[in-house]
Nanobody
Framework: QVQLVESGGGLVQAGDSLRLSCAAS????????MGWFRQAPGKERETVAA????????YYADSLEGRFTISRDNAKNTVYLQMSSLKPEDTAVYYC?????????????????????WGQGTQVTVSS
């Protein structure tokens, strides 16, 4: 069983940057592809970014326009989401998730249904 704990959320102004962290425990972190998702009030959960087990392959939602960067440190069992040029529409609860993947270190999951474990979420609020 994998436990995921997000941190780093908060209230920021438009144009600011923020880095989210997700610490994993209870499993072998390098066996998991990781992803970040978000859900705004009244909206469906959407994929933000994903990263392969070895960190070599990443995926981003087109809507981000290159403002976010996902990374991972397998030695620290942590995945990060660096967010820059934040906009009010980025306001949401951000979740990290892990997917078991023994098939390849390069695979990534781009949809929430591919993920097996979820954190509790961290709120990001961007004021205009």
């Amino acid at each position: 069983q994998v436990q995921l704990v997000e941190s780093g959320g908060g209230l920021v102004q438009a144009g600011d940057s923020l880095r989210l962290s997700c610490a994993a425990s209870g499993g072998t972190f390098s066996d998991y592809g990781m992803g970040w998702f978000r859900q705004a009030p009244g909206k469906e959960r959407e994929t933000v970014a994903a990263i392969s087990r070895n960190g070599a392959v990443t995926y981003y939602a087109d809507s981000l326009e290159g403002r976010f960067t996902i990374s991972r440190d397998n030695a620290k069992n942590t995945v990060y989401l660096q967010m820059s040029s934040l906009k009010p529409e980025d306001t949401a609860v951000y979740y990290c998730a892990a997917r078991i993947d023994f098939s390849s270190t390069y695979h990534i999951g781009t949809t929430s249904g591919e993920y097996d474990y979820w954190g509790q979420g961290t709120q990001v609020t961007v004021s205009s």
